[in-house]
């Protein structure tokens, strides 16, 4: 069972460069989610997807694009990364707007120089 | 809008002692409430929750109760293990079944 699979686990990019996140569940679930989490500020919401073609904006989508192409996968963009980008990204999913919990990933390093 | 607050931590216990991480939220009616842990480089999974006023969430010997009384979801454990030792977060539903969630607590627990 591999879930919610991210990659890469970490990854350092120099401010200016562009990289993509890679989210994919095995769960057929139709809801996927990218969150980033700060120190003391939980996680924030970015971008979420109601299903395959859909993507929606979170509480802090600035700066991120996103594309739900297929159901299974969720793909995170930095078009042009900024130090303040520097964040642990996790996706999470979930089957329905209901049905709980949220299946998350084991998170992305990323860090902006 | 709809809030989680959660104590700061750290909270560092020794092994067997009794955990309390409070939590209390602002929300319109009564939704439901969920604690997650987050182990060392792990994501967050569910570790317990409620759907309803009074209900009392259990799981791995933590318990939560959702108390509309006082907007809070405590968490407790009788007696905590080093392996508890995670960060936790409070949560609810923020609409379109996104999580709003606490900004989290760190419990260490030394043997």
């Known amino acids: 069972n591999a879930g919610v699979t991210q990659t890469p686990k970490f990854r350092v990019l120099k401010t200016g460069q562009s990289m993509t996140l890679l989210c994919a569940q095995d769960?057929?679930?139709?809801?996927m989610y990218w969150y980033r989490q700060d120190p003391g500020m939980g996680l924030r919401l970015i971008h979420y997807?109601?299903?395959?073609?859909?993507?929606a904006k979170g509480e802090v989508p600035d700066g991120y694009n996103v594309s739900r192409l297929k159901k299974q996968n969720f793909l995170l963009g930095l078009e042009s990364a900024a130090p303040s980008q520097t964040s642990v990204y996790f996706c999470?999913?979930?089957?329905?707007?209901?049905?709980?919990?949220?299946?998350f990933g084991d998170g992305t390093r990323l860090s902006i120089l | 809008g709809d809030s989680v607050t959660q104590m700061e931590g750290p909270v560092t216990l020794s092994e067997e002692a009794f955990l309390t991480i409070n939590c209390t939220y602002t929300a319109t009616g009564y939704p439901s409430l969920f604690w997650y842990v987050q182990y060392p480089g792990e994501g967050l999974q569910l570790l317990l929750k409620?759907?309803?006023?009074?209900d009392k969430g259990s799981n791995k010997g933590f318990e939560a109760t959702y108390r509309k009384e006082t907007t809070s979801f405590h968490l407790e454990k009788g007696s905590v293990q080093v392996s508890d030792s995670a960060v936790y977060f409070c949560?609810?539903?923020?609409?379109?079944?996104?999580?709003?969630f606490g900004a989290g607590t760190r419990l260490a627990v030394h043997p």
């Open positions: 997807s109601v299903g395959e073609g859909t993507t």
């Open positions: 949560a609810l539903p923020g609409g379109y079944n996104k999580l709003i």
């Open positions: 769960m057929n679930h139709e809801y």
């Open positions: 999470a999913s979930s089957y329905d707007r209901t049905y709980q919990p949220q299946h």
């Open positions: 409620a759907t309803k006023a009074d």
